[in-house]
């Protein structure tokens, strides 16, 4: 008779989780329980559609310190199921996939469906039984025997099934409360916060420049010292990019407590600090002396962003850079390289959101990702309390820990 494992979530990790544990147990029957009407939700938006599939890397210890929350558990799950083997495990599937000069990878169509379609044919060709708008009700646990749920289909019918095996797989909470039915299991939460958004700032001027964008900027947090250097782009609410995503990653509690009120301070120009540049613009005074100062932009600055600073530092655009005073030369050595904005409220990054909390990591057994106070409940994905900064890391995690759970299974069933 076959034993039935039960994953509950059909996002990334709960689905790969499924494909392979199906693939490498033929006498288990799978069933992907999903209470919404889509599979695969964040695999789709992802990456602006395109799905950041993974970040790659050469060695374990180049990706472990992309993770604020998890780390030491990270370092043993990638050694289990690294970035390189999420790029063979999908080139072997036909999914051929290519690395950006950032380190992000991306299927080479440019398209999550190519994921998503690669992943559907694998639950297709081992049988996996997906169960759409569907949510559990109730899960009753059985030492040694094995758990009974109570289902609710879409036609509102409940249904009790049993199952020899569970993983959770649900992603994670915006809410503490929404994690309210694991801790009636009596399993340990660390309280969600959000992670990845970004930053909104008041500032009417800076809106004006929507679209801008910087490749390389410093940004700190004044209140808490966290900085973080990357790109960094311009919106209609205030600030976004990969370098604010990350800080947002990496600052979530501190940013959580602070109720998202709070200075940043920028420097557009980060080979430079402010004395260095001052120096530097005394130079181009005389370099440049007749140039329009508003036209002649010696950083490489986006011109817009350029003359919004000139602006600040009360600099006419057409003034020559001779007719400079000092004392709007000093000021706009600050506006370049600490050039600081209050923040009042965040916005999640489109679709992907992610949170920094969920099940405590002592809570299982982190080399078999299984409960350490019910046997045969696994847990995988977001709804752990670990997350990663922007750039594939995420789904990395998803990858590694639906993989893990699905190995674990495989090596209980052919003891």
Not at 78 to 88: I, V
Not at 175 to 194: R, T
Not at 300 to 326: C, E, G, H
Request: charged content about 20%; aromatic content about 8%.
């Amino acid at each position: 008779m076959k034993k039935k494992l039960i994953v509950i979530g059909g996002g990334a990790s709960g689905f790969f989780c499924a494909v392979n544990a199906a693939r490498l147990c033929k006498n288990l029957e799978v069933v992907v329980v999903e209470k919404t009407a889509k599979l695969l939700s964040k695999v789709k938006v992802s990456g602006g559609g395109r799905c950041n599939v993974t970040h790659y890397s050469e060695e374990v210890s180049d990706m472990i310190d992309a993770y604020p929350r998890g780390k030491n558990f990270m370092k043993k799950s990638l050694y289990r199921f690294s970035s390189k083997d999420t790029n063979d495990w999908f080139q072997e599937r036909g999914v051929v996939l290519k690395t950006e000069e950032d380190g992000r990878m991306f299927p080479v169509s440019d398209d999550s469906q190519s994921i998503i379609d690669c992943l559907i044919n694998e639950s297709e060709k081992y049988g996996v039984k997906i169960l759409m708008q569907t949510r559990v009700d109730e899960i009753k646990c059985h030492p040694e025997t094995g758990f009974n749920l109570n289902i609710q289909g879409p036609d509102k019918s409940i249904q009790n099934v049993f199952a020899d095996f569970i993983c959770i797989a649900t992603g994670g909470s915006p809410m503490a409360s929404g994690l309210d039915w694991l801790s009636q299991m009596g399993i340990e939460i660390e309280s969600p916060v959000p992670s990845l958004f970004t930053f909104n700032i008041a500032d009417k001027k800076l809106h004006e420049l929507m679209g801008v964008s910087v490749t390389d900027v410093t940004v700190k947090i004044i209140d808490t010292g966290n900085q973080e250097r990357g790109p960094l782009l311009i919106t209609h609410w205030g600030l976004s990019g990969p370098a604010v995503l990350k800080m947002s990653s990496r600052a979530a509690r501190d940013l959580y407590k602070l109720d998202y009120d709070f200075r940043v301070r920028l420097n557009w120009v980060p080979t430079f600090h402010e004395s260095s540049i001052l120096q530097d613009l005394k130079d181009n005074r005389i370099k440049l002396a007749k140039q329009t100062i508003g036209v002649k932009n010696p950083y490489a600055l986006p011109n817009r962003l350029w003359n919004y600073l000139l602006d600040k530092s009360m600099i006419f655009s057409d003034q020559s850079w001779t007719n400079v005073s000092s004392v709007s030369m000093n000021t706009l050595a600050k506006m370049i390289c600490a050039d600081e904005y209050q923040v009042q409220g965040k916005t999640t990054f489109k679709e992907e959101f992610v949170t920094a909390g969920g099940i405590k990591l002592d809570c299982i057994n982190q080399a078999t990702m299984e409960s350490n106070l019910i046997k045969g409940l696994y847990f995988a994905g977001e709804v752990l309390n670990v997350d990663g900064i922007t750039g594939g890391y995420n789904f990395q995690h998803a990858w590694a820990s639906g993989w893990n759970v699905a190995n674990t299974v495989s090596n209980v069933l052919s003891l």
